[in-house]
């Protein structure tokens, strides 16, 4: 069988397999998932030249690697380097890029994904249970409020797409900034469980703060639950507009925000400080604020519920490890390192990826605790500087 017909097989079992939990979130038996992310490994290594080279050299190939823990994964950094793609590219390839901001300027990260609809399957069923709070018990009533309109077209729907709420974004569209994977993200669960009214609210420069506040008032207005997606910093300079203008909607309950990323990027700015403003501003209360982990790198996503440093839930089909970060080792439970991802939605990439984040593990449940500062940690650098050199 050619890679691309191998890669595609895995590629619908995956979806079938997340839309399924999407239905019925239950945990999955960890022989399954050791058994799915060393056939996306057996791949890679396959087909995957560079990435074949720096296993080799690690002593690791798919007869010696006996478990998804033993997976070489890739450093972050390497995706500014070389390009980890198991199909040739196509022409209905998204390509995504990191912002740079990282260790400053220079060279961007690319994540190639060559199956686009795997990525829709693995992105859907979690925001509908981890941010709009999704069953099957409430899907009636959404599709009576969206006047019987179907479940979201496409892969990976899961649970029927409950569109009890009207979404509005505040990031960027896709179609404005087409190498970004969290404005794909956002435009496509916008389309897939939005209610009727649900718009975008931002430009190529960022939020609108005038559609913004109509959007809302519209909700207000209506007795429609919004759903605002945001960055924080983006959340910050909305709430900054209505704050300056003595400006405040109570939208109304049910209502929810997800933001992505934290507080990098701006001194003095805490997550805490965002969420009491918003129950100010808007009327949600930090509970119903939902951070959403992810990175280009990666195709699934965490998320949490608690204000401060969320403990960040994911699907089954991603497990984090907690790592020593000068020596790679596996750390107990609790304390912190490096975080290392095994993402099965990456099947088409690379299916283990270690970064320079730093978090702990607390019963399944991941604690971002930030970037590691300055240098990147010494594991991070060898590994990344043997992929580098399996270049050849």
């Avoid at 999407?22 to 022989?31: A, C, I, K, L, S």
């Avoid at 022409?91 to 961007?108: E, H, K, N």
């Avoid at 401060?308 to 497990?319: A, D, Q, Y």
Wanted: charged letters at 25%; a negative charge.
């Amino acid at each position: 069988m050619e890679r691309r017909d191998r890669l595609n097989a895995l590629a619908e079992e995956l979806e079938e397999r997340f839309a399924a939990w999407g239905r019925d979130p239950r945990p999955w038996p960890d022989d399954l998932f050791g058994e799915l992310a060393l056939r996306a490994f057996e791949l890679q290594f396959e087909h995957v030249p560079v990435y074949r080279e720096y296993c080799r050299r690690r002593g690791a190939d798919p007869a010696s690697v006996d478990g998804w823990r033993a997976v070489p994964p890739v450093p972050t950094a390497a995706f500014r380097e070389v390009e980890l793609t198991v199909a040739a590219p196509g022409p209905g390839d998204l390509v995504f890029r990191t912002s740079g901001t990282t260790r400053g300027g220079g060279r961007r990260g690319t994540h190639r994904v060559t199956h686009p609809d795997l990525y829709r399957a693995a992105l859907r069923p979690p925001f509908a249970r981890f941010v709009l709070g999704g069953s099957r018990g409430r899907a009636e009533a959404g599709r009576a409020r969206a006047g019987g309109r179907p479940a979201g077209e496409g892969a990976g729907a899961g649970a029927e797409a409950i569109r009890d709420h009207r979404i509005g974004s505040l990031v960027t569209a896709f179609e404005e900034a087409p190498d970004s994977s969290l404005s794909f993200m956002c435009d496509d669960v916008l389309r897939t469980f939005g209610a009727p009214g649900s718009r975008q609210l931002a430009g190529e420069s960022g939020p609108d703060a005038g559609a913004a506040l109509a959007f809302a008032e519209g909700c207000a207005a209506d007795g429609v639950p919004a759903c605002l997606l945001a960055t924080t910093l983006g959340l910050d300079a909305w709430l900054r507009e209505l704050e300056a203008g003595g400006t405040s909607v109570e939208l109304p309950a049910g209502s929810v925000i997800m933001d992505t990323g934290g507080a990098k990027g701006r001194d003095g700015l805490e997550r805490d400080d965002v969420l009491r403003r918003a129950r100010s501003a808007l009327g949600v209360p930090p509970g119903r604020v939902v951070n959403e982990l992810g990175m280009t790198e990666l195709l699934s996503q965490r998320y949490g519920r608690v204000p401060g440093r969320p403990l960040l839930e994911g699907p089954p089909w991603l497990k984090t490890r907690v790592l020593d970060p000068t020596t790679l080792e596996p750390l107990p439970e609790g304390e912190a390192g490096v975080l290392c991802h095994v993402d099965l939605a990456n099947a088409g990439s690379a299916v283990a990826v270690l970064t320079e984040d730093l978090g702990r593990m607390r019963g399944g449940a991941l604690e971002w605790v930030g970037r590691s500062p300055g240098a990147p940690p010494r594991g991070c650098s060898l590994a990344t500087a043997e992929l580098l050199e399996a270049r050849g």
